[in-house]
């Protein structure tokens, strides 16, 4: 009994369940069906979408507020991200499990209330003792006494019934973004909506849409979007085939590598280069060196979520960069298992030692630094210090994670760290041997662009060189470095490993 009464109320909470999630830049409500397809209310102006999601368990999201500065910028978002599925579709799975185990803890727990509440009432009295109840109930019932006290009764067992289900919890969505219902018409095929003329790619076959905007300037900016779509999805692809050709270093045994990315600025769709670089690399961690996105908003939250599911399996250390304004993206990462680095030394990649900050340009310094809009400079006579009393205390600094390699000049003068790295130009330089005052040699190295940005916002295509960095560690030192950069047309090119020797030491 309690099992089909649990089943039925978890069924019943589940589907009325939602969740208020940030989905392709939009602030969307996300709810739960039995539909086996994912329909996307767009809003009134853009026909809204269904496609099948392979399993009984669909979803209902309804997009609402983002920013944009075009309708062109804002398909282009979403082809990119539909070319590059996998950190979005993760953000929905990772929602629907949380409202599946909690409707399932919430209909075992009222359930079970229900029934032992049930049994209870009919056990304990005995049965002798039942049949005079049963009487004294009838009689008692007709009394004020006693319809006070049923209606104690009644109350007492709903507000326990009501705080093991907590409805308020269940959404902090607005209500607008709640009530906006989808736009009206028949579901049509998507190759119908657009044309014989504009071709559909295989896997986009079964999706649909629906809505009154059949003017042209809609179908062009979906048949734009689907041209995006294939074109980034076909230009990654083929990249992401070349990886097993490149003559990428093998690791020995004893020694770690880490892949070393900044200044993705929104590029989801190198992150699955990113990854199989890594993979065939034999890498085991990320070092991320800023610029994820291009205005540290809420809405860029889907480019963090795709890094982070390309980094599945990997230890993961973060700086924010310039361009990551506000607590938003560090603390989003945060979340999602990045070790964020503020001003104090933690351990690194195979054994070593690893130090970072957030970039001092940002609104979001964190609590490393006490003083708001300090100078890189004094940030990084900041961290010098820092670095410097580690190496005091026995711990040297092996490598300075930061968003400009310039912040980390003055550590390297004083020759307390053994390497610097970050990104922030765009322009791949490095690795510079630095000798410090107190002789230690040291060196600086400046990623490129991964995500192959020429300005803030860089989805799709690369529009520069960009480039992954793989950083191998022995011995709890980092020994040496090894450049793989994307051309713009295609070219994927492995430099030579550059091993970072220190001179011998004079006996």
């Known amino acids: 009994m309690w099992l089909v009464l649990a089943a039925v109320v978890s069924t019943w909470l589940f589907l009325s369940s939602e969740r208020q999630v940030v989905l392709a830049g939009h602030d969307s409500v996300l709810r739960p069906t039995l539909s086996g397809k994912a329909i996307i209310h767009t809003g009134p102006v853009l026909p809204d979408v269904r496609l099948d999601v392979g399993g009984p368990v669909g979803v209902d999201v309804t997009l609402g507020k983002t920013e944009l500065r075009s309708m062109d910028e804002l398909f282009e978002r979403y082809a990119v991200l539909g070319s590059a599925p996998d950190g979005q579709r993760a953000v929905v799975v990772e929602m629907v499990e949380s409202m599946l185990v909690a409707a399932v803890l919430r209909g075992a727990a009222i359930s079970l209330t229900i029934v032992a509440g049930v049994v209870l009432i009919w056990r304990l009295p005995g049965s002798s003792r039942r049949a005079d109840l049963r009487r004294q109930l009838s009689a008692a019932t007709r009394t004020r006494h006693g319809l006070t006290a049923a209606g104690v009764g009644a109350v007492t067992v709903s507000l326990l019934a009501v705080a093991v289900w907590q409805p308020w919890g269940e959404s902090i969505a607005p209500a607008s973004d709640k009530e906006a219902g989808p736009v009206s018409g028949d579901w049509t095929l998507l190759a119908d909506f657009l044309g014989p003329e504009i071709p559909v790619p295989d896997e986009l076959a079964g999706v649909e849409v629906r809505g009154d905007a059949y003017a042209n300037q809609t179908r062009r900016l979906v048949a734009s979007a689907v041209d995006t779509y294939n074109s980034s999805r076909t230009f990654y692809e083929k990249v992401v085939e070349k990886v097993p050709d490149l003559a990428l270093r093998e690791p020995a045994e004893d020694e770690t590598v880490v892949a070393l990315v900044s200044d993705r600025h929104d590029n989801v769709g190198m992150d699955s280069v990113m990854r199989a670089i890594a993979d065939e690399g034999g890498a085991t961690g990320i070092l991320g060196g800023g610029d994820d996105t291009s205005t540290g908003s809420d809405w860029e939250t889907f480019s963090l979520d795709s890094l982070t599911d390309a980094s599945d399996g990997l230890d993961k250390w973060a700086v924010t960069g310039n361009h990551d304004h506000g607590p938003t993206v560090g603390d989003y990462l945060a979340d999602r298992g990045w070790t964020m680095l503020e001003g104090e030394v933690v351990d690194g990649p195979g054994g070593s030692t690893l130090l970072g900050a957030p970039d001092p340009r940002t609104s979001g310094l964190g609590n490393w630094i006490d003083e708001k809009g300090v100078s890189l400079e004094d940030a990084g006579s900041k961290l010098a210090d820092i670095a410097c009393a580690s190496k005091e205390e026995g711990t040297p600094v092996a490598t300075l994670l930061v968003h400009d390699p ?11 760290a053994t390497l610097v790295v970050g990104g ?16 230690e040699t040291g060196w600086t190295y400046t990623n490129g662009t991964t995500g192959g940005a020429a300005y803030a916002f860089a989805m799709g295509k690369i529009r520069r060189t960009a480039e992954v960095t793989l950083i191998t560690y022995a011995d709890g030192l980092p020994v040496g470095l090894q450049s793989i950069e994307l051309e713009t047309n295609g070219a994927l090119t ?14």
């Open 406 to 416: 310039a912040l980390g000049r003055e550590t390297l003068r004083r020759g307390c």
């Open 424 to 439: 922030h130009r765009h322009v791949h330089q490095g690795p510079t041997e630095v000798t410090g005052e107190n002789g």
């Open 494 to 507: 492995a430099h030579e490993y550059v091993p970072l020797e220190r001179p011998a030491e004079s006996e």
